[in-house]
């Protein structure tokens, strides 16, 4: 499996280990309602690993004897100085860049899972679950109103405004923090809004972030 390098939008690679990616479930209210699930109080935190990170450029392969494998489109944001038990201040000094991501789930596992009581990592955490984008240098945002998009053959499945979340990123950042370390080459996903769904062979996804960002894959 080749290792996963982030990358700048222009190509250029940056210098920065990814560790971890830590997660954000149900940070849309709507998209909580649509899987029937509670929306949270405070955030719902998970970590897909380091092995599940893969270029979104490239095909989507995904295991086919598993059930269902959803997509959930997310704004992804590149973590460039370590925080720990930050301020909302000194994260938003931390974040070196945006970019998007695909969380990838095995549905119906991770339905058994839940039932069960169990983690969700064998549905969330698989190789090549997490589809990253390029990144664009966070002073090319508005801060507070960052929008993002999914086409799949063409047509609008997701639109992802940050004013629509339910914990906005720098202070999700902050609280982050105080339960365990962000270190520069992190990458926080920070929750999917709604139309989330199944993905098939030989559909064609197409993810906007404003119009600094703009990249293509298939399922295959």
Not at 22 to 39: D, F, M, Q, S, T
Not at 146 to 175: C, E, K, N, Y
Not at 185 to 212: N, S
Request: hydrophobic residues 40%; proline residues 8%; negative net charge.
């Amino acid at each position: 499996m080749e290792q996963y390098q982030h990358h700048w939008v222009d190509g250029t690679p940056v210098h920065l280990p990814l560790g971890k990616i830590v997660c954000i479930g149900r940070n849309y209210a709507e998209h909580a309602k649509e899987l029937n699930n509670p929306i949270p109080e405070e955030p719902l935190l998970f970590i897909k690993p380091a092995t599940s990170a893969v270029h979104v450029t490239r095909p989507l392969n995904f295991p086919s004897d598993r059930g269902q494998m959803h997509f959930e489109t997310e704004l992804a944001v590149l973590i460039g100085k370590p925080l720990t038990n930050a301020t909302p201040s000194e994260s938003e000094a931390a974040i070196l860049g945006y970019g998007l991501a695909l969380d990838l789930t095995l549905r119906d596992l991770q339905s058994q899972l839940k039932e069960k009581g169990h983690p969700w990592e064998r549905a969330k955490a698989f190789d090549g679950a997490c589809p990253l984008s390029p990144f664009v240098a966070a002073e090319h945002f508005h801060k507070d109103h960052i929008t993002f998009s999914l086409d799949i053959d063409g047509q609008r499945q997701q639109s992802g405004d940050t004013r629509d979340m339910l914990f906005p990123v720098i202070p999700l950042l902050a609280h982050i923090s105080r339960h365990f370390t962000l270190l520069p080459g992190d990458v926080v996903i920070t929750g999917t809004p709604k139309g989330v769904g199944p993905l098939h062979q030989g559909q064609t996804l197409a993810l906007q972030l404003e119009d600094k960002l703009s990249v293509s894959t298939k399922v295959v």
